[in-house]
């Protein structure tokens, strides 16, 4: 567990990296080097983000130049090379759910939170992002917490949800 | 299960399936398990339906099925009850003792629960009268309803790989892809494109071809492929077998959006039973025929749902899309020929196969065949999936189906096509959709997402809303796409803060048709769509915004403010109560009052005035 009051840099020499869960992880896939993203996908499913000094092994034992995982890790919306929070909050901000008033929950959720999108808070608890479109327009607004959807959201309810998880 | 050797063996199976489907009198709850109407919180009511009916000692006598989606999700979770067909929408933990006691055991009706159509205030009772579905010919979607999407047994007892029979030993490869030609299938992606063709194409090539699903459904607002993988995966399946077969490959890709867990973990779970069963692997029924599907999940990025960055994000790069001066049917993934169709488009194929493509062509108008789903949401009263023959018109999918416009309020705009369509305005409403006919008012299908907007929705903003979305998406690699939606988007930030100029309208257009003429890929061309579609049927409001500072739609905050009208408003103090900056005050059953200082502009007492008393000036 990570203490409270450590900040977000000091967040990195906190995670133990499980090196043969790594290694199960890439062989899973057979160490090819077309499945990097989905190698990457699953690792941050364990840690919430790509660990940098997972970086190194992934060159190895794939065989692919360090500037590509960086170009991989960067192009894609669902890696992300910083530590995020235990809970990731997206907020869905597609057209179905922008007509129906998703700017108003990220305002309210922004506020609650005390961060901006994009950010973390301090006590590495939750992440918020806006992400478009989980493909549940009939139910907008829509936010997700981990893998869990929530729907027909106002800006009450909302915060109830993302409370839920404190 | 067995592998199934041949063609009686699976003949067999699916016939004593399809028997036992037909005359089951067992009861059955289908109980819609898709992403909507999860999200309204299914898997409590199927856990508390569980247990009431194993305390009643109903569990052997009642079958339970954890359905794909139902397409009405704005009535999510959605419970059909057969084999009466009995209909209960919003189902929740509380309505499961009354449903089991009543419905269940003693077939009665659970009055409070039955479905009360909002346009007619009429109760209906069966899931086929209303009228959400009524109006709807669901060749496509339909079985997403009756099974379980993780059950390949479902898939057979309703006919499944019926198709894939036909197609393996009674038609050679020529002549399934004349009868996908013939039937005029067109690609269900956006482009439109002729799937025969496409086939035909591909299968001249030379080399290791390859069979892609382009699953990564990015357009916002659309959500049929999801619901497709999610509810009838094997549909997909099939026809992506028969796909290979005839183009003759051995080796197929899914790529389908990581933001889609639900749909990932049904479709491997097919995968898998296909293989259990010898429908994928080596010697598929002893034809000698090898082809396997592999998974590979998209990481967000919507320029991936272009066909050349979609293979180059197979091969574990990042989704940069390339000029296609050469075909992907030539040279595509690992610079093989590579026959890419969309997930819609795939489920397609058993029907065509199965009916034939005289029955297929039949459905839909002069240049667009068969039906379409479409992802209706937004600002209308019955949100969901629809499936309707090409050339229904917008009105009947809005307002018959859909049942009009929420809280009454007055239509203004569709949506249809994602970021890369248009706004089409209430003049072509009785406009019969098709691909063709879509293109001509400035919009395209794209992948099918409508969303209605009403008198409340700014159209400025919405083109700004799209831009951003573009902006954020475009992979960067040619200036007309990455310069030109970064000015686009500078100039109508500044026009929906009260800071337009004379001039910006023309700039914009004259900006649109430069990256429409130059971009590289199908992103970059079709980006200024929702501009110059809003531009062109709702210029005034863009001049409203520029000359006159105000937004008539009451959006863009900086341009309108909220005013309690005196003559409106009776004091009944709810806005007062619910203000978050107590700017309302006012004695009960007088009339209040706003102060604007303190006001902030969150929409709260305009959403909550029962009275229309405040109102955007």
């Known amino acids: 567990m990570v203490p409270k009051d450590k900040g977000l840099m000091s967040m990195e020499h906190f995670v133990e990296i499980d090196w043969q869960q790594v290694d199960e992880i890439i062989e899973k896939y057979n160490g090819n080097r077309e499945a990097l993203l989905m190698i990457m996908q699953d690792i941050s499913d364990i840690y919430n983000y790509v660990p940098p000094d997972v970086v190194p092994v992934l060159v190895n034992k794939l065989g692919v130049k360090e500037s590509l995982v960086y170009r991989v890790a960067t192009f894609y919306k669902t890696i992300s090379l910083e530590p995020r929070g235990k809970y ?48 549940c327009c009939a139910s907008g607004p829509v936010i997700t917490v981990n893998q869990k959807t929530h729907g027909g959201l106002d800006r009450a309810s909302a915060l109830e949800t993302v409370k839920s998880y404190d | 299960m067995a592998k199934l050797e041949n063609r009686e063996a699976l003949k067999n199976l699916r016939n004593s399936l399809q028997a036992k489907f037909q005359d ?86 659970v009055k409070s629960l039955i479905f009360k159509d909002p346009a007619t205030k009429k109760k209906i009772t069966h899931e086929k009268d209303v009228p959400f579905y009524k ?16 059950e390949i047994q479902d898939y057979l007892s309703v006919g499944g790989y019926a198709a894939l029979e036909k197609a393996l030993f009674d038609m050679s ?101 296909a293989r259990e069963l010898g429908l994928l692997g080596k010697n598929i029924l002893g034809t000698g025929f090898d082809f396997d599907i592999f998974i590979s999940r998209g990481g967000g990025a919507f320029v991936c749902g272009e066909s050349t960055a979609l293979m180059a994000s197979l091969e574990g790069n990042p989704g940069l899309p390339r000029a296609k001066y050469i075909h992907t049917v030539e040279k595509g993934f690992r610079q093989n ?100 006919e879509l293109t001509k008012v400035g919009s395209m299908m794209g992948s099918g997402g409508m969303i209605v907007m009403d008198q409340d929705t700014c159209m400025v903003d919405i083109s700004r809303y799209f831009v951003e979305f573009l902006k954020d998406e475009s992979c960067g690699q040619c200036n007309p796409c990455r310069e030109g939606l970064k000015q686009m988007l500078d100039i109508l930030d500044r026009i929906c803060e009260g800071n337009g100029r004379e001039g910006d309208i023309e700039l914009l257009e004259e900006l649109g048709g430069m990256m429409q003429k130059f971009s590289l890929c199908g992103l970059g061309t079709s980006a200024p769509n929702p501009v110059l579609s809003t531009i062109r049927y709702f210029r005034d409001e863009y001049v409203a915004h520029i000359r006159d500072k105000k937004c008539p739609a009451g959006v863009c905050k900086p341009l309108f403010y909220y005013e309690i009208d005196p003559e409106l408003c009776n004091g009944c103090t709810l806005c007062a109560k619910r203000c978050p900056e107590e700017a309302i005050t006012g004695k009960k059953k007088e009339p209040h009052e706003l102060n604007q200082d303190k006001c902030i502009k969150c929409g709260i007492c305009y959403d909550v005035c029962k009275f229309n008393a405040v109102a955007i000036k």
Not at chain 2, 135 to 150: A, H
Not at chain 2, 420 to 435: N, T
Request: with cysteine; proline share 4%; glycine share 14%.
């Open chain 1, 88 to 135: 990731i909050v997206n907020v869905c901000t597609g057209t179905a759910c922008h007509v129906r008033g998703a700017d108003k929950i990220m305002d309210a959720l922004e506020d609650h939170l005390n961060i901006k999108q994009g950010q973390t808070t301090d006590d590495l608890l939750f992440t918020l992002q806006g992400v478009r479109c989980v493909g």
């Open chain 2, 337 to 436: 020929p590579s026959l890419l169709n969309n997930v819609e488009t795939w489920a397609n194929v058993p029907v065509i196969i199965n009916n034939g493509a005289d029955w297929y062509a039949s459905i839909g108008t002069q240049g667009s065949k068969g039906t379409k789903i479409f992802s209706l949401v937004g600002k209308v009263m019955n949100t969901g999936l629809v499936e309707v023959p090409m050339g229904t018109s917008l009105r009947t999918i809005i307002f018959d189906i859909g049942g009009g416009i929420l809280k009454k309020k007055k239509f203004k705009a569709v949506q249809t096509g994602g970021p890369s369509g248009g706004c089409i305005p209430e003049k072509y409403l009785d406009l019969g959709i098709d691909f063709d």
């Open chain 2, 173 to 273: 490869p020529e002549k399934i892809i004349d009868e996908v030609k013939e039937s005029g299938l067109r690609g269900r992606g956006g482009g439109g494109f002729s799937t025969g063709i496409k086939w035909a194409s591909c299968r001249k090539h030379e080399g290791e071809r390859y069979v892609i699903c382009n699953a990564d459904e990015g357009d916002p607002g659309a959500y049929m492929d999801r619901s497709l993988l999610e509810g009838n995966p094997h549909s997909i399946l099939e026809g992506m077998i028969i796909g290979a077969w005839a183009i003759g490959s051995n080796e197929g890709y899914v790529y389908v959006r990581h933001e889609y867990p639900l749909a990932v973990k049904n479709f491997s779970m097919a995968l898998e039973s």
């Open chain 2, 24 to 109: 089951s009198k067992k009861k059955l709850i289908s109980l819609c398990a898709g992403s909507g109407c999860g999200a309204y919180g299914t898997a409590k009511v199927y856990e508390k339906l569980m247990e009431e009916l194993a305390e009643q000692g109903l569990e052997n006598e009642v079958e339970v099925k954890l359905s794909g989606c139902h397409g009405f999700c704005e009535k999510g979770p959605i419970m059909v009850i057969h084999p009466e067909g009995i209909f209960y929408p919003q189902v929740q933990e509380e309505h499961i003792p009354e449903i089991v006691e009543h419905t269940v055991k003693n077939g009665e009706l």
């Open chain 2, 135 to 150: 109006l709807q010919k669901r060749i496509i979607f339909g079985n997403n309803g009756v099974i379980d999407p993780t």
